[in-house]
Nanobody, 117 residues
Framework: QVQLVESGGGLVQPGGSLTLSCAAS??????????MGWYRQAPGKQRDLVAAITGETTTNYADSVKGRFTISRDNAKNTVYLQMNSLKVEDTAVYYCNAARNGFGSWGQGTQVTVSS
């Protein structure tokens, strides 16, 4: 079983920046074997993929965040990050971390990001 703990959310003004972190742990858990992703869910909307990174550090981004967000991972620290720049009001959502391998995924509890003036 994989445990994921997100941190780094908060309130930021439009145009500002935040960095989210997700620390992963678990019994016999090998972080580098997992694809890691950040998803977000705004009120009344479905949960959507924001960015993902494989164990080989291949990345994938939603079109709405390309050029503004950067996903990275530190396999020595079992941690994945989401650097968010040029934040917009529409980026407001609960951001969730996901760890996936062999068709199975685990979720963190989420962290709130609010972009507002």
């Amino acid at each position: 079983q994989v445990q994921l703990v997100e941190s780094g959310g908060g309130l930021v003004q439009p145009g500002g920046s935040l960095t989210l972190s997700c620390a992963a742990s678990g019994s016999r858990f090998i972080f580098s074997l997992y694809a890691m992703g950040w998803y977000r869910q705004a009120p009344g909307k479905q949960r959507d993929l924001v960015a993902a990174i494989t164990g080989e550090t291949t990345t994938n981004y939603a079109d709405s965040v390309k050029g503004r967000f950067t996903i990275s991972r530190d396999n020595a620290k079992n941690t994945v990050y989401l650097q968010m720049n040029s934040l917009k009001v529409e980026d407001t959502a609960v951001y969730y971390c996901n760890a996936a391998r062999n068709g199975f995924g685990s979720w963190g509890q989420g962290t709130q990001v609010t972009v507002s003036s």
